[in-house]
């Protein structure tokens, strides 16, 4: 199994410009969620899903939209990029009744210039 | 909101002593603990897990201890090693309140282990 696969791993956005951030897993979890690390602090949730079709906003979720057509995919959407949205993007899944144990993927660095 | 705290953002140790890490948390809905450890350039992994019903949990090289009177937790790595060096975060989550699994995570602490 591959795990969690976030792509790009780097990107470098004008301000203005848009771009979304892939997320896949193949453990069949139904939760998933995205979290944004700034440099020197923890993870702050955007946004998460508890199954297909389902999202719902967590602690910092202006100026991002998600969507979950698939159990597997979850993509994060930056709009109008900011430069206050320079951060690292990680995207995590687990299963109810299984674990609460969050399995997280390598990340998305994003810098908004 | 919820908070979650370290006490030291760096904590550096001598390879062979144990390590401290300290953490404070808000929420005292939450019933259920995380501690991950984050490589340069990776992902948070996760090391350890503690339930509000215990006080003290061990693992391999690792025990957490939550005191719930004070809204406390600490991560205890037993003869540290060069691999070790990481940044650590805990993480809190109300989900029987909200029915859900939702984590809070604190700001981390830097751990460097001196050869």
């Known amino acids: 199994n591959a795990g969690v696969t976030q792509t790009p791993k780097f990107r470098i956005l004008k301000i203005g410009q848009s771009m979304t951030l892939q997320c896949t897993q193949d453990?069949?979890?139904?939760?998933m969620y995205w979290y944004r690390q700034d440099p020197g602090m923890g993870l702050k949730l955007i946004y998460y899903?508890?199954?297909?079709?389902?999202?719902d906003k967590g602690e910092v979720p202006n100026g991002y939209n998600v969507s979950r057509s698939t159990t597997e995919d979850f993509p994060l959407r930056l709009e109008l990029a900011a430069p206050s949205q320079t951060s690292v993007y990680f995207c995590?899944?687990?299963?109810?009744?299984?674990?609460?144990?969050?399995?997280f993927g390598s990340g998305t660095q994003l810098s908004v210039l | 909101g919820e908070s979650v705290g370290l006490h030291l953002p760096t904590l550096s140790v001598q390879e062979g002593d144990n390590s401290i890490i300290n953490c404070a948390y808000s929420?005292?809905?939450?019933?259920?603990f995380i501690w991950y450890k984050q490589e340069s350039g990776k992902g948070p992994q996760f090391i350890i897990d503690?339930?509000?019903?215990?006080d003290k949990r061990q693992g391999q090289r690792v025990t957490v201890l939550l005191n719930k009177t004070v809204k406390h937790l600490s991560l205890q790595i037993a003869a540290t090693q060069p691999g070790d060096s990481a940044v650590y975060f805990c993480?809190?989550?109300?989900?029987?309140?909200?029915?859900?699994?939702?984590?809070?995570f604190g700001s981390g602490t830097k751990l460097n282990v001196k050869p």
């Open positions: 929420n005292s809905a939450s019933d259920y």
């Open positions: 899903s508890v199954g297909a079709g389902i999202t």
């Open positions: 503690i339930r509000s019903n215990m």
């Open positions: 993480a809190e989550n109300p989900a029987r309140l909200y029915n859900f699994n939702k984590f809070y």
């Open positions: 453990m069949n979890h139904n939760y």
């Open positions: 995590a899944s687990t299963r109810q009744g299984e674990t609460e144990k969050l399995f």
